[in-house]
């Protein structure tokens, strides 16, 4: 099974509201990304987090590591925040080994 | 800042047909890694290196060679392509917990 679960899948937002990602993983990790990816585009790291709580500008992340579990919180959500977020777990001690979910597809219209 | 280029960006082969992708980086980060894309799969990594001329298989290595002769850059071999295969190759590098990707070579085999 997939070791890095991902909700929901997909979301709509209208512009300014918050979206919550989550991501659920089945195995120790010891260390854990959120990345963004746009429509056709690389990957690029949001935040590295992997435990507490962690922000930068409007993204706010919370990695509960004993109950193996991370959520992404985007605040006052814009046009340009949709794409794909994917979170990733490294369970082999910090090799960059990453272990990738399926990632949440965020929509926000204006 | 650094950049991580992959050449081609798209590439179209035929069946059985031996296709090689190749990443640069000039971060100068010692640790380079290739990852596949395929929609609904999320990504898996293929093949890194630590250094160079290290090499280092991932969970999807079968089907694959690489090559690190320089510390700049990492190429991948797609040692014989299947029909109808569609995917993205990511290539990223790092130094110490967090990934740089490029934008990645799009592949498609006829």
């Known amino acids: 099974g997939q070791q890095v679960q991902q909700s929901p899948a997909s979301l709509v937002l209208q512009e300014g509201e918050n979206a919550e990602l989550q991501c659920n993983f089945s195995?120790?990790?010891?260390?854990l990304q959120w990345f963004y990816q746009s429509p056709g585009g690389s990957l690029v790291s949001l935040l590295s987090?992997?435990?507490g709580t962690k922000h930068t500008g409007r993204l706010t992340s919370t990695t509960v590591t004993k109950e193996r579990r991370s959520s992404l919180h985007i605040s006052s959500s814009q046009t340009t925040d949709s794409g794909t977020y994917l979170c990733?777990?490294?369970?082999?001690?910090?090799?960059?080994?990453?272990?990738f979910g399926l990632g949440t597809t965020l929509q926000v219209q204006p | 800042g650094g950049i991580i280029t992959q050449t081609p960006k798209f590439l179209i082969g035929q069946e059985g047909q031996k296709l090689t992708l190749k990443c640069q980086q000039n971060?100068?980060?010692?640790?380079m890694y290739w990852y596949r894309q395929d929609s609904g799969k999320g990504l898996r990594l293929i093949y890194y290196s630590i250094t160079e001329n290290d090499l280092q298989k991932g969970d999807l290595s079968e089907g694959y060679d690489a090559s690190r002769e320089k510390k700049s850059s990492f190429s991948l071999t797609v040692t014989s392509a299947q029909k109808n295969e569609m995917a993205v190759f990511l290539c990223?590098?790092?130094?110490?917990?967090?990934?740089?990707f490029g934008a990645g070579t799009r592949l498609s085999v006829l």
């Open positions: 195995s120790t990790a010891t260390q």
């Open positions: 990733a777990i490294d369970i082999t001690g910090n090799t960059g080994k990453l272990i």
């Open positions: 971060f100068n980060h010692d640790t």
């Open positions: 987090n992997p435990s």
């Open positions: 990223a590098s790092s130094r110490g917990n967090t990934l740089y």
